[in-house]
């Protein structure tokens, strides 16, 4: 797994020396994996993840980890509020209406693993944007195999009717 470091000046510290306690799937909705990174490091646009994983299974990462991204916005899970400061976000390159690409998912399958271990993450911590949105955001949608992070352990089943 190689990894391309491609710093986004959109990020900040952690409040209150919050680290992350979840991971935070999206989809891009955009057309390639380069016009989102264009977008996630442009100041302007003041957005940001973790990490970006390519539909062929490139890898960039644009914030450090203990670094607070700007992915989740406005939101909260289990009760808790500012999901940024609790959270990794993981963005993959996916316009949100097709089937995300094998390598892809080999991807985020091997990092995954790596992440929960860092910051001791239970599978309940793994979730989607539209978890901690919901209504106001649907990625990473109906067309992501959690099922398949489920059957390795890397996610819990979820009732999602979107
Ligand atoms: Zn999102």
């Keep these: 797994m190689q990894l391309i470091w491609h710093p986004s000046p959109n990020f900040g510290d952690r409040r209150e020396g919050l680290v992350p306690q979840w991971i935070v799937l999206h989809y891009t909705a955009m057309d390639s994996a380069g016009e989102a990174l264009e977008r996630l490091c442009d100041p302007q646009a003041e957005v940001s993840a973790h990490y ?29 509020d500012d999901v940024n400061s609790r959270s990794i976000g993981i963005e993959l390159d996916n316009r949100g209406n097709h089937p995300f690409a094998e390598p892809q998912m080999a991807v985020l399958e091997a990092m995954l693993p790596q992440i929960m271990e860092r910051w001791s993450i239970p599978a309940e911590g793994v979730i989607g944007h539209s978890d901690s949105a919901p209504g106001r955001k649907f990625d990473p949608g109906p067309r992501f195999d959690w099922a398949r992070l489920v059957r390795q352990g890397l996610a819990v089943p979820r009732h999602r009717d979107h």
């Design 52 to 80: 970006l994983i390519g539909s062929d299974g490139m890898l960039w990462q644009m914030v450090d980890e203990p670094c607070r991204a700007w992915h989740a916005g406005a939101g909260q899970w289990q009760g808790l």
